[in-house]
């Protein structure tokens, strides 16, 4: 086994023979920590710094990627405690407390002024801390700061959500320079309400076990009038939006929240057609029979609707998205119709829809209303579905995007989803069709649906991703292949359409029982900790030591444990317990416990066995290995070995020799 051993001296990025900088993070505060030390053994980093938890991550390829590598602090600051922070709040007020550091070294920044909307002042300290109260009379109010300190950028932060007894915790980078840095907080909101982060936390761990994750695609293939088009999914999103919403209805107050929330029904629309495709080489068309899609088209505010909603989507009771499940048409009031006015009809029953009274149907009357989505939005009546007349208020509060898809979506929930990546768990979805798994010649998807057939998986089959995505458009067909290892032991490429991502099932690992032993003084307990874990896809184990004398360790991955023992253990019993834990969802672990006791050296004693024979007795420690070596003459160096390596059995082992002539003896340890 060889290591190499590099001791952070100075400086604030690392090379570890590495294209590129390494800087490592403090989690609490975000500023620069130096390692104490960095130990790259086997591929795998272990990082020690003081006052913070060990790291051990594998080592990086040689690549062009800068890495940023986050420490735990052991003790983190007291002013970030949730108790601090709940004795800061105030009915009146919204407090924002945080850190502010220089982006180039990494280290905090004393002085710098932190200027509200209000016009109110604080100064960073020489922990670069800061606190400060933005006042606020309910959740609809926003809020600005500025961050100013001479020969740094100015940093400027709007549209912050203020709320009453309510806190933010901002960890702040300032540029060198000059000039003024524009930042919108308005907070991306990934659900139907606006839960502070514990609450998002108790969600994500009460998802059913192996529940799907719905991904959004990469890509989308689109059937036009001139041939087929590849597009991102944002990308087909901007060309769709503005041709389905009306995207002047962002220019009024409170109007972009309509957009928004056509961009979601837009883009979910769509992920329904890539899930179940419209065609063998498309998903969706470009008309009205499923969305219009104008490639020549596009809006900066709807452009705006799309980037700001970037990965929501709606997800049925099954967290799945199957094709038509966001339908919408212009106007779903049913004046004259079976649910009377004021009504809507989306599927499963009438849903009263109070701003759309008076107006008559239009459309196939389910799903969101899209001028009812606007007059929810602006707080505007917008009569007879035309904006000529745009100062007659509805009577209703405005609302926002997130609000509008749950009222007209009651049976939906709104998520952020991401698109594939490398590792993640995938199950396949669609219809009734199994999945065809293929691979070209040196396991390459060159040719796509023409590559050969590796098998099929049918539907629900448990994998995970090994490399892509891969677009191929050779074959005519335009998919994404992502590289999967299915359960079964077939590793092969598959369409991105069939896939989507679930949580595993976590069981806890296993790990070997280690029996009690003894040690002699001045010898080194070294073994190996062996687990297993059958959960899948596999789960990455990592050990540690709960309790063991001081002076030992564990390795994180391989679990080999060291500890040298001295004269001063002798006598001593020492509990070691081995934790074995995994990297699943919520993480698990198993534990083994077991006692050393240290023994004096061997003691040695010789008896003469007649007629001719010695033998040699000593005191052993049950498991160890022992030679027993021999000489002539203890003038010479030279020790021969008599007999096979013995392997104790007791706490006395005995050997018996019968010489030719006069022999010393001496009891090796070997382990």
């Excluded at 709040?89 to 509200?116: E, F, K, M, Q």
């Excluded at 008309?287 to 709606?314: E, H, K």
């Excluded at 009031?333 to 107006?359: K, R, S, Y």
């Excluded at 396991?443 to 995505?469: D, E, K, M, R």
Aim: net charge negative; charged share 15%; with cysteine.
């Amino acid at each position: 086994m060889r290591s190499l051993l590099v001791v952070i001296l100075s400086g604030l990025a690392v090379a570890l023979a590495h294209a590129a900088p390494v800087r490592f993070i403090d989690a609490a505060t975000r500023f620069v920590v130096e390692p104490s030390q960095i130990e790259v053994v086997d591929g795998q980093l272990t990082i020690t710094a003081p006052g913070y938890r060990a790291r051990s991550l594998p080592a990086f390829p040689d690549d062009d990627v800068a890495r940023f590598v986050i420490l735990e602090p052991e003790q983190p600051p007291s002013e970030l405690h949730p108790d601090t922070i709940a004795q800061l709040h105030r009915a009146d007020a919204t407090v924002i407390l945080g850190y502010v550091g220089d982006a180039v070294t990494g280290r905090p920044l004393a002085g710098v002024t932190v200027t509200s909307g209000q016009g109110d002042v604080v100064e960073t300290d020489e922990r670069g801390y800061f606190q400060i109260y933005l006042p606020c009379e309910n959740d609809l109010d926003r809020g600005t700061l500025t961050f100013r300190k001479t020969g740094f950028q100015t940093q400027r932060r709007t549209d912050i959500e203020l709320f009453p007894l309510g806190d933010w915790i901002y960890r702040i980078q300032l540029l060198p320079g000059e000039g003024v840095a524009e930042f919108i907080d308005k907070p991306a909101r990934t659900g139907v309400s606006a839960e502070p982060e514990p609450a998002a936390q108790a969600i994500a761990a009460s998802t059913p076990t192996n529940a799907m994750i719905p991904r959004v695609p990469v890509n989308i293939r689109i059937s036009h009038t001139n041939g087929i088009y590849y597009e991102t999914l944002d990308n087909y999103c901007k060309h769709s939006l503005p041709a389905e919403w009306i995207a002047s209805w962002g220019a009024y107050t409170g109007g972009s929240n309509s957009l928004n929330a056509g961009a979601v029904a837009v883009r979910t629309y769509a992920v329904g057609y890539v899930n179940s495709p419209r065609g063998g080489d498309h998903d969706i068309c470009a008309s009205t029979s499923c969305q219009v899609y104008n490639p020549t088209l596009s809006n900066s505010r709807t452009d705006l609707a799309v980037d700001f909603t970037s990965g929501c989507v709606m997800i049925n009771a099954n967290n799945a998205i199957p094709r038509g499940l966001t339908e919408y048409s212009a106007e779903n009031n049913q004046l004259g119709m079976p649910c009377g006015d004021g009504f809507t009809a989306p599927t499963g029953g009438c849903l009263a829809d109070p701003v759309c009274i008076g107006e008559s149907e239009f459309g196939h009357g389910r799903g969101l209303c899209q001028w009812g989505s606007a007059r929810w939005a602006t707080g505007l009546k917008f009569p007879n579905r035309s904006t000529t007349d745009n100062t007659t208020t509805n009577g209703h509060p405005r609302q926002n995007w997130e609000w509008i898809l749950t009222h007209y979506y009651p049976n939906l929930r709104l998520i952020r989803a991401a698109p594939l990546a490398l590792n993640n768990p995938v199950r396949v979805i669609g219809t009734t069709t199994p999945l065809n798994v293929r691979s070209c010649p040196g396991g390459t998807i060159t040719n796509g649906v023409n590559c050969p057939s590796l098998g099929s998986q049918p539907l629900g089959s448990l994998g995970y991703i090994t490399a892509g995505p891969q677009r191929v458009t050779a074959d005519g067909q335009g998919y994404t292949w992502w590289k999967v290892r299915w359960q079964n032991g077939v590793e092969g490429w598959s369409v991105e359409n069939y896939l989507d991502r679930f949580i595993p099932t976590n069981t806890a690992p296993s790990i070997t029982p280690v029996a009690d032993l003894a040690l002699h003084a001045g010898m080194a307990l070294r073994m190996t900790n062996s687990a297993t874990d059958a959960d899948f896809p596999p789960n990455t184990l990592t050990f540690s030591l709960m309790s063991a004398p001081a002076g030992a360790g564990v390795h994180p991955s391989t679990g080999y444990l060291l500890w040298t023992l001295t004269a001063t253990n002798v006598g001593t019993t020492n509990l070691f317990t081995v934790r074995v834990t995994d990297n699943g969802l919520p993480a698990l672990s198993a534990t083994n416990s077991f006692r050393v006791v240290i023994i004096p050296p061997p003691q040695v004693s010789a008896t003469q066995v007649p007629p001719n024979s010695v033998r040699l007795a000593w005191s052993s420690a049950p498991r160890s290995r022992y030679r027993v070596e021999y000489t002539g003459n203890l003038a010479l160096p030279t020790w021969l070995p008599l007999g096979n390596i013995i392997t104790a059995a007791d706490s006395t082992t005995t050997f018996t020799d019968t010489p030719a002539q006069q022999r010393f003896y001496r009891i090796v340890v070997i382990d």
